[in-house]
């Protein structure tokens, strides 16, 4: 077991890395369905990428995010094997906000893989499919603490940000190889968009911070604060190899320069690599802190405790991972329930 003024045991280490990969191939999903939509600059064979790209990603999104059930019941039962198929344990996972977002976020996925018909009206259900797919994530974790539909306006919206520069990627890159020309005026458009977008995604995720922890700065203090400053450090990488992109790469591809194809490829692949990593931090971070501004709340158990009291622990538990618990207060990870001590939910 790893201590980094937090525990990260063997099944704590597989539900980030489960939690991030849900993440990634959803927003991935998400951002291919929005930029179908919002991208006028991609021509027929760049679409036609990019609805393939957004249906393997909501499959692959489908597996990872209903991956998350057993791996939720494993960790619940000290990390077993017995417990990811313990019918009982699977049972309360689905039925608790986890399950809730799965069936939400399944619904979104569903109808993106629509992409698989080329028509404007499959276009626009895999918009709405995208619009849920980043609801989903409101459905669960720290967002349903109070005021509950303004922390979920503003992670879908943050999340819809981060989607549509997510689902760029692969379409630049490709596209850059091809054609520099057309790829100069797609990068164009997305570089007048992504301002706005950008600046949404960072007034959301500010929002939210202050929302969640009260104040930022004395957060600093808490595993929360803590980890949430390494994502910022990563987010402030991106932002820069985006700033990049936008005023030197960009111009320079609609010059002619031919450095600039292999530069904004480059800066491309790296800019995946700190999405990737924003991701692991923020998946770490859902996982194993929560703000202290909202630690305390409890959390109803009666519809388990009333069937079946033996479980009782476990249900507790259940609800309190599903509301984003942080790992300081769920009670550690001793087997078989990781319920010895008083659990306190965000
Ligand atoms: C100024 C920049 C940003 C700030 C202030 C910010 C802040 C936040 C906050 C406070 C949350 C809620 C965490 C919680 O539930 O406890 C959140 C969620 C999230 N953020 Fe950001 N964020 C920023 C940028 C980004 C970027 C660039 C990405 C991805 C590349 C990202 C990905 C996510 C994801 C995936 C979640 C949802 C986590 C979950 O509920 O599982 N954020 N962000």
């Known amino acids: 077991m790893f201590s980094f003024g937090f525990d990260v045991d063997g099944v704590t280490a597989v539900s980030i890395l489960v939690k991030a990969g849900a993440c990634l191939a959803s927003l991935t999903a998400a951002g291919s369905a929005l930029a179908l939509l919002g991208l006028s600059r991609l021509d027929d064979d760049s679409a036609r990428a990019v609805r393939r790209l957004a249906v393997a990603g909501a499959v692959a999104a489908a597996v990872l995010s209903a991956l998350r059930i057993p791996v939720r019941a494993s960790f619940l039962m000290g990390g077993s094997f017995s417990g990811a198929v313990d019918p009982v344990i699977l049972g309360m996972v689905a039925d608790s906000p986890l399950g809730t977002s799965l069936w939400v976020r399944l619904a979104g996925l569903a109808l993106i893989c629509l992409l698989v018909v080329n028509r404007s009206v499959t276009r626009w259900a895999a918009g709405v499919g995208a619009v849920l797919a980043c609801t989903s994530f409101a459905l669960r974790g720290h967002t349903l603490n109070e005021p509950r539909l303004v922390l979920a306006a ?154 079946r009291p033996e479980f009782a622990k476990v249900a507790e538990l259940v609800d309190a991972l599903a509301l984003g618990a942080s790992g300081a207060t769920r009670g550690g990870s001793s087997p078989p329930f990781r319920t010895s001590v008083s659990y306190r939910s965000v």
Not at 205 to 234: D, E, F, M, R, S
């Open 154 to 307: 503003l992670i879908t919206l943050h999340l819809m940000g981060v989607a549509f520069w997510v689902g760029v990627f692969m379409p630049l890159h490709r596209l850059i190889r091809i054609d520099a020309n057309a790829a100069g005026a797609l990068a164009e458009e997305f570089g007048r968009k992504a301002v706005r977008i950008v600046a949404a995604l960072i007034a959301a995720g500010a929002a939210l911070l202050v929302l969640l922890t009260g104040n930022p700065v004395a957060a600093l203090a808490t595993p929360y604060g803590q980890i949430l400053a390494v994502k910022l450090g990563l987010f402030a990488t991106l932002l820069a190899l985006a700033a990049l992109n936008k005023l030197r790469l960009t111009p320079a591809l609609r010059a002619g320069d031919p450095r600039a194809t292999v530069r904004l490829r480059r800066s491309i692949r790296m800019e995946v690599l700190a999405v990737l990593a924003i991701l692991v931090t923020t998946a770490t971070l859902t996982t194993v802190a929560s703000p202290e501004a909202h630690a305390g709340t409890t959390v109803s158990l009666a519809r388990y405790t009333d069937q």
